[in-house]
């Protein structure tokens, strides 16, 4: 069975810290990796990866994936209030079938002023 | 830009009752979801479906069935409601089952008393 672990589960850091989310995986047939960011409505996408060490980029968002060790890292640079959300992480497993997604619990995260 | 509509976002019902949650999408695509999250359980799948008309359980399928008699609306029925089903329901939709980020609707919190 598929396992997506997330750590930590939540995390309270000050405006202006920098963040690093941690995923780790153990799954058969990997295909992807997504992380999602939900805030009170539902999840939005943030970045897909499918390759080891190539860096995806979005504003203060940055993302990475180790093959080797089965983990991912979500870093946010110069946080802000706006980035308090739960982050997800998602395996998207090959295979076929529409039940490819297996997600981790999430990391709450809490940005004080 | 996708959007996943579903129809209620807080619905309240007694014990016993028959519950409808409604999913539509306006992108054509063939997979749709419905996920139930909770505190410190993350995203679990209750059902999915890849075509018209097929339907595939998830992790959680007791207690719900699905229906989806056209492509764009994927239906979530709660035969008799019951206090542990209260809870986020999410729907969620992709283009394909390989390499393409679910995009999700904006919940019903649905409350069972």
């Known amino acids: 069975e598929d396992k997506v672990v997330q750590s930590p589960l939540s995390l309270v850091v000050h405006e202006g810290d920098t963040v690093t989310l941690n995923c780790s995986y153990e799954v058969t047939n990997f295909r992807s990796l997504l992380w999602y960011k939900q805030e009170k409505k539902a999840p939005t996408f943030l970045f897909m990866l499918t390759s080891s060490g190539i860096e995806k980029k979005s504003g203060r968002l940055s993302s990475i994936l180790d093959k080797k060790e089965l983990f991912s890292i979500l870093n946010i640079t110069a946080t802000q209030t706006g980035d308090s959300a739960i982050y997800l992480c998602a395996h998207l497993h090959s295979g076929g079938g529409a039940d490819g997604l297996t997600f981790g619990k999430g990391t709450h995260l809490i940005i004080q002023p | 830009d996708v959007k996943v509509t579903q129809s209620s976002r807080y619905l309240v019902k007694r014990t016993g009752e028959k519950v409808f949650l409604e999913c539509v999408q306006d992108m054509d695509h063939e997979n749709m979801f419905w996920y139930r999250q909770d505190p410190g359980l993350g995203l679990r799948l209750i059902y999915f479906s890849y075509d018209v008309k097929m339907k595939e359980k998830g992790d959680i399928p007791e207690g719900y069935s699905v229906s989806r008699e056209k492509k764009e609306r994927f239906s979530l029925i709660l035969e008799s409601a019951s206090t542990n089903q209260t809870s986020m329901y999410l729907c969620?939709?992709?283009?394909?089952?390989?390499?393409?980020?679910?995009?999700f609707g904006n919940g019903t919190r649905l409350t069972v008393t």
């Open positions: 969620a939709s992709s283009p394909d089952s390989y390499n393409s980020p679910l995009h």
